[in-house]
């Protein structure tokens, strides 16, 4: 590291004389002497650019956690608490897990299998399911499907069954899933299109939004944010972080 620091010191340093005065300052001579010096440097040792662009990058993705500790401490209990938001394990656990997804986004479908895994590997978590239909009209169709499912108490076997068929919803898709999974499909139809099913994927996507969310699936755990298809490993290592949190 010391290494790493002296050489970006001498670059810095090289570069801050050339900003500091205008090109015509520098003669040939000591233009030539500067590039020398720094090809020098790398030439000797090529690991001293790809270890600064390497710390550089850790200190990046420090900077974009810290953000997203802020951004998650600032939610409040609205993340993990917002009464009515569809849940699964155990509503008591001392730990609460919250995903971001959408319907036909595969990679949230990957992850059915690991959710399920996390789930019968732990009782004592509590996984909340936030919709956000970011990928079309099909996208929100399918999630208003779920969410007025729910008044059914059928939002897990209808978003299992969506989840596990085509990726192209549509109403009669939707009503082939409902009557499969034992659904009230005319009631299922006058729930979806309640206000308050709208209102309840605004208030996600703004949530997603805040959070600083840039596509699904986008996992919360504790202070934590894990975005994408991230696998059963690293679940359960940010689970445990946030049992230590506690």
């Not at 479908?109 to 239909?133: C, F, H, T």
């Not at 549509?170 to 299109?193: H, I, P, V």
Request: hydrophobic share 40%; proline share 6%; charged share 25%.
């Amino acid at each position: 590291m010391r290494r790493i620091l002296a050489t970006l010191a001498l670059f810095t340093a090289l570069l801050c004389a050339a900003q500091a005065q205008p090109a015509s300052s520098f003669t040939p001579e000591q233009r030539e002497e500067i590039v020398r010096i720094l090809r020098s440097a790398l030439k000797s040792d090529p690991s001293i650019l790809r270890d600064a662009v390497e710390s550089l990058q850790a200190d990046e993705g420090r900077r974009q956690e810290a953000a997203a500790r802020a951004a998650i401490a600032r939610t409040g209990d609205t993340l993990t608490r917002t009464p009515g938001d569809p849940e699964a394990g155990n509503p008591n656990g001392d730990v609460t897990v919250v995903e971001f997804y959408d319907l036909r986004c595969p990679y949230c479908r990957r992850m059915l299998p690991v959710d399920a895994e996390m789930l019968s590997g732990d009782a004592k978590v509590r996984l909340v399911y936030k919709d956000i239909p970011i990928l079309g009209a099909a996208s929100v169709l399918g999630a208003r499907a779920v969410l007025a499912a729910q008044r059914q108490g059928g939002f897990l076997k209808l978003r299992d069954a969506i989840m596990r068929g085509a990726p192209n919803i549509t109403e009669t898709t939707l009503r082939q899933a409902a009557e499969q999974t034992g659904l009230d499909w005319t009631k299922l139809q006058r729930d979806m299109a309640a206000p308050d099913i709208q209102a309840r994927l605004d208030t996600n996507i703004e949530l997603a939004r805040s959070l600083g969310v840039q596509g699904t699936p986008a996992y919360v755990v504790g202070h934590k944010m894990l975005p994408g298809a991230v696998d059963l490993p690293a679940l359960r290592e940010a689970i445990a972080e946030a049992r230590k949190q506690d």
